[in-house]
């Protein structure tokens, strides 16, 4: 090739690289448009909300008086709810994972049982309180309470349960299953003794970013009714006498973390607003951290299993 | 015999379009190419042979800087092309200048999910060519060079993944020879292919014999020796004899390319 | 064969028969759990689907009654929504304008900011980049949609009434753009998986082409990863019409028909809210509109699904 063709290719190929530059520039900026937002959002709400967060403001209910308002009920309601959603969907979302990945012949039946959990997971949240509206507190009687709301976001968190379980099933290679039939183990034996064990780091970052999705979930539980002013407590669910154990706290009326904050963010006057940022940092440091520990999960997982 | 006597490497009178001086290449820590020194004779077809892991391939993308794309990668050493005079392998040579001027086929058919036109066209579009008559043409000619011409015309808008694997192929050295390459790099180009259109692809190399410049990898010994002017064989990143093809099948020099070519080792 | 030989056999295979016949009814306790623990695991995997026949059910009769007293046309062309007042009106066009000019500035930021970014992730950014933007989007979509509420309310809202003078506290505009954010990581992560799943062999042939990582990433990785891509924006319509919290929040729960983002507005979501938020005796004309307002976006998420499969499939490449 003479030096005049090559010059022109090379003309070209300068001209055809300054996108790479401008393309790799503009990426940038939209990542740091993300990150900056992410930013200003953290920042804003610490600068508005730290100044309220003292002992008091865990320990106190909410109040007409911003001042001496806190979020006891909130926080104690948010944790009795998770409690209820954890024992809804953990043991059917494994379950149906298991199910799907290990037993699941292929047929008509569990195709429409994959398509439904796909389609699930795109149902927005406030359907989810519809559904618990109509079925929850109105045909099963369980009214506006503490189990209403659990089963809702057990509901919710269904889909994000499944998926990352049978991700994490799918992970475990056959071998490892043909060594158990290999020694004569059944089916579920094998199932039990390895499969779940294995992939439970997987089951564990799954659980535990649906239930960081369902303590920020507002828009369902506000859908069945919840009240946004108590101030009182369920009862304890340990009792001083006998039988010790007590189930009324699941029919109690509640509050819970994100629905005390608009409730603070809807209210016109400034103080509330203060109330409002420190239940959002609050909240927003409990599903950040929740999300940061699926991450490293995650990552040690991929760092120290190598099938 | 005589045509061994004709063809041997010293009586050769052939025109050198790129050589070899001394290539080494390193995986991360791992040195996979040891002390390459080679030529490329234009217009004819070199053969790269030797077992699994041998650096065939390894040796065949340093041609157009496919190692670019990963990190970790290191070349010393050069491969001069020529007339110019160019190191491919100079940092400050662009690897795209490179691929423009030095093409290549995959292992597997690699079609990109566009119109068989689109396919062959990439190429013309990379490099700015907006004139629909020249892309056309050029198309064409592609296509006819790549003996697809016949079997496609009708059906140019169709999606290449519609083609057989052999049609694929086919259509991946015609996107190789639309922009009119000096070097053309085969890296194994059959291996995914059944036995008829693995004869296919080996009639037309060897029709474009003569037109360019050909680089083959093949761990199919009687594929170099149907379609290759010249042979190397490599054993564990080097090169350990170059020569005429008749020569390497016939009267090799060394007993490490003797024992593989009949099958002792390998 | 000697005698005592064969009884020893006989003795033997006594012994055997006891064995095998034990075994065998272990094998069937044995069996009939294995059988009762897979009814167990399919009762878990069918209840999903009964998930969805309930929210259809419930949305579907509480419906029933409300198009009993309203008729659909009504609903459809009315152009005032005005459930809790004596001169009641239904016109979902209403709270659909609220809905879809929400949706439209949120994909309008989340579409355009989501497919660079995944496109930079998968072609351009550098190993280190990548290993710390992926976790941040992440982080990014797991804020509750009540703080980003807090967020477009006070912090965008007052920012963009310092750049449009007379926009009022209460603005879809704000809501959506806050929205958009929030829908990024979905739009990112998802076109990411997509574009990360083209074969190498794909970008090599374009490589070999000398073509740039600019050209291989618009021309040969985007077109290859199209279906995946098609999926992730509709995955963000999806959750951009059934947001609700932001908008509850930040863009006023007044019906208001317009196609203005700078004017306040209800959408289908929070009009649901705002109703829940009353006390509305259950079984009344005004509890039935909440479903009817959650079949009409039920409707619309399915349509939008049922959409991106075809597209999907459309695009879908084999390779």
């Not at chain 1, 790799?24 to 993300?34: E, F, K, M, N």
């Not at chain 2, 192929?169 to 291996?191: G, K, V």
Request: with cysteine.
């Amino acid at each position: 090739m003479d030096q005049a063709a090559l010059g022109e290719i090379r003309d070209l190929i300068n001209r055809h690289k300054r996108w790479d530059l401008i393309f790799a520039a503009v990426g940038l900026l939209c990542l740091g448009i993300a990150a900056l937002t992410f930013t200003a959002l953290v920042i804003d709400m610490a600068l508005d909300g730290a100044p309220r967060l003292s002992a008091d403001f865990f320990t106190n209910f909410p109040s007409r008086r911003p001042a001496q308002a806190g979020i006891l009920s909130a926080w104690v309601g948010s944790t009795l709810v998770m409690l209820v959603t954890a024992a809804a969907a953990i043991p059917v979302g494994v379950s149906a994972a298991v199910y799907l990945e290990e037993y699941a012949p292929k047929n008509l039946l569990t195709a429409i049982i994959e398509i439904n959990i796909t389609n699930l997971a795109g149902v927005p949240s406030i359907v989810y309180g519809l559904l618990a509206l109509g079925l929850f507190v109105y045909a099963f009687g369980f009214g506006q309470s503490i189990l209403s709301a659990g089963l809702t976001l057990g509901l919710l968190i269904l889909p994000v349960v499944i998926v990352a379980t049978r991700e994490a099933i799918r992970s475990i290679p056959s071998a490892i299953r043909e060594a158990a039939y290999a020694v004569g183990a059944t089916k579920w034996g094998t199932t039990w003794d390895h499969v779940l064990p294995y992939s439970l780091p997987g089951i564990m970052t799954g659980v535990i970013i649906g239930m960081a999705r369902a303590i920020g979930e507002t828009a369902p539980i506000i859908t069945i009714g919840a009240l946004s002013f108590i101030a009182f407590l369920p009862p304890a669910p340990i009792q001083g006498e006998f039988p010790f154990l007590s189930f009324e706290w699941l029919m109690a009326p509640f509050t819970v973390m994100p629905i005390q904050m608009f409730n603070w963010t809807s209210r016109p006057e400034a103080a509330f607003h203060q109330n409002a940022a420190a239940a959002g940092l609050v909240l927003l440091l409990m599903t950040l951290s929740m999300n940061a520990l699926a991450i490293y999960i995650r990552y040690q997982l991929r760092k120290r299993i190598k099938w | 015999m005589s045509k061994v006597a004709e063809g041997s490497l010293a009586a050769s009178s052939m025109v050198v379009k790129a050589e070899t001086k001394n290539l080494n290449f390193h995986y991360g820590s791992f040195h996979a190419l040891k002390s390459i020194n080679m030529p490329l004779y234009e217009k004819k077809v070199t053969a790269l042979i030797g077992p699994s892991g041998c650096g065939k391939s390894t040796y065949l993308r340093c041609f157009n800087r496919m190692h670019d794309l990963y990190p970790g990668n290191r070349y010393d050493g050069e491969i001069k092309l020529y007339p110019d005079n160019t190191n491919l392998l100079h940092a400050h040579v662009d690897p795209i200048e490179v691929r423009m001027r030095i093409s290549m086929v995959f292992q597997k058919p690699n079609p990109f999910p566009k119109s068989i036109y689109e396919n062959v066209a990439y190429g013309l579009r990379v490099r700015g060519e907006r004139k629909a008559s020249i892309v056309d043409e050029k198309v064409e000619q592609a296509l006819r060079g790549a003996a697809l011409w016949d079997e496609v015309k009708h059906r140019l808008k169709d999606l290449a993944f519609n083609l057989s694997g052999g049609q694929q192929q086919r259509l991946c050295i015609a996107r190789a020879l639309a922009t009119e390459p000096e070097i053309l790099l085969f890296d194994e180009p059959t291996s995914a292919l059944d036995p008829i259109a693995t004869a296919s692809i080996e009639e037309l190399i060897a029709d474009l014999k003569g037109k360019l410049t050909i680089l083959i990898v093949t761990h199919n010994m009687q594929q170099a020796a149907r379609v290759s002017d010249y042979t190397a064989y490599m054993y564990l990143g080097e090169v350990i004899e170059f020569d005429v093809t008749d020569t390497i099948f016939i009267k090799p020099k060394n007993k490490a390319t003797e024992d593989y070519i009949t099958g002792r080792f390998g | 064969m000697p005698p005592s030989s064969a009884s020893y056999i006989e003795g033997l295979s006594a012994v055997a028969e006891s064995v095998i016949s034990d075994r065998l009814s272990r094998r069937k306790t044995r069996h009939l759990r294995e059988r009762f623990i897979e009814f167990i695991l399919f009762s878990a995997a069918a209840f999903s689907v009964f998930v969805t026949l309930g929210i259809v059910y419930v949305l579907v009769s509480e419906s029933v009654v409300f198009f009993r007293q309203v008729s659909v046309w009504d609903f459809l062309t009315d152009t005032q929504w005005t459930p809790l007042f004596d001169d009641a009106h239904y016109g979902i066009m209403v709270l659909l304008s609220g809905t879809l000019v929400s949706s439209g500035v949120a994909l309008a930021v989340a579409v355009p900011l989501g497919t660079i970014i995944a496109i930079y992730l998968s072609e351009f950014a550098p190993f280190s980049v990548r290993e710390v933007a992926k976790p941040l989007l992440e982080l990014l979509s797991g804020v509750p949609t009540v703080v980003y509420g807090y967020f477009a309310l006070l912090f965008v809202t007052p920012l963009l009434q310092a750049l449009i003078p007379g926009l009022p506290g209460f603005n879809l505009l704000s809501a959506g753009l806050v929205m958009g954010i929030m829908i990024i990581p979905y739009v990112a992560s998802v076109s990411e998986d997509a574009m990360r799943a083209v074969p190498m062999s794909m970008r090599e042939g374009s490589y070999a082409m000398g073509a740039t990582r600019f050209q291989t990433a618009t021309r040969v990785v985007t077109p290859a990863a199209l279906s995946g891509i098609t999926a992730a924006y509709i995955l963000g319509i999806s959750r951009a019409v059934g947001e609700t919290m932001i908008l509850a929040i930040a863009a006023g729960m007044q019906p208001n028909l317009t196609w203005n983002p700078t004017e306040p507005a209800a959408t289908i979501t929070s009009f649901i809210v705002q109703v829940a938020l009353g006390d509305l005796p259950h079984g009344s004309i005004g509890y039935q509109t909440i479903f009817a307002a959650g079949l009409t976006l039920m409707l619309m998420t399915l349509a939008f699904n049922v959409l991106g499969h075809v597209l999907t499939r459309r695009f879908r490449q084999a390779y």
